[in-house]
């Protein structure tokens, strides 16, 4: 990858599976890598579980089949799918022999940034020539040398030629605390969020905040949103949203 990567993980309620993916931005482009393999004892309290086989690979490419084109072919020596969607394309890579699927992908509103095979082509399996990034970086590392622009006015955005909305490519969970768990505290937290041209996130303020550490949780959240800076005129800027993390108990 470009930069030292994003590093999330999730378990997914009632599946045999869990995920850790890899996200890094560079000069209007992020470029992931989700690695997903199949674990044991995910089931408690769980009514039906989802095994972790090849038809759950099926479903899972499916999905990322439905948002466009597709072919299939290999990578790596692996079996591999292409996808294309409106803003990213990626392969999704059958590595089931070794209890794993991995799907790769670079997502940018600049058609000529999504070319993935120029980067695909790159990529080893099974090696250990690849540099070890352990917990990765605790939030996206910034472009250091954006030329961002000052932020346009509505008027200025009104059919501007080569211009794009912010777009939130990732939004790792917020994670319930053992204290709010505990207290049945729910509810939801209010951010403001600055999104910088440089693509990594700046100041945080609280508008609505929940006890028992939740609002830390939000903080933390927010801090790992993978995004894509707006641009004006092919130029990023700086911008600032609310951010919304709900929190209930089921």
Known sequence: MPKLPLTTESEFGCDDRASRSYYAYTHGAVYWVTVTRGIKGNDVGCSSVRRFNREAYKSRKAELVGKGQTSDGTLAGLTASTFSGIISSGYIIDDLVNNRWIEIGIAS???????????????????????????????MVADLDTESISPP???????????????????????YTDAARYTNTQGSVMLKVEFLASGTIGRI???????????ESAVFAANRLVFLPPTYKGKPYTTTKKVEYSFTIY
């Open 205 to 215: 303020d609280v508008e609505k905040p929940l006890k028992n550490g939740l609002t």
């Open 153 to 175: 006015t509505p008027e200025e955005l009104k059919g501007a030629a080569d211009s794009s909305a912010l777009t939130i490519v990732a939004r790792p969970r917020a994670t």
């Open 109 to 139: 509103t600049d058609p000529a940034k999504r070319r993935i095979s120029a980067w695909s082509s790159e990529l080893q399996f099974g090696t250990s020539a690849a540099s070890k990034v352990g917990y990765g970086s605790p939030a």
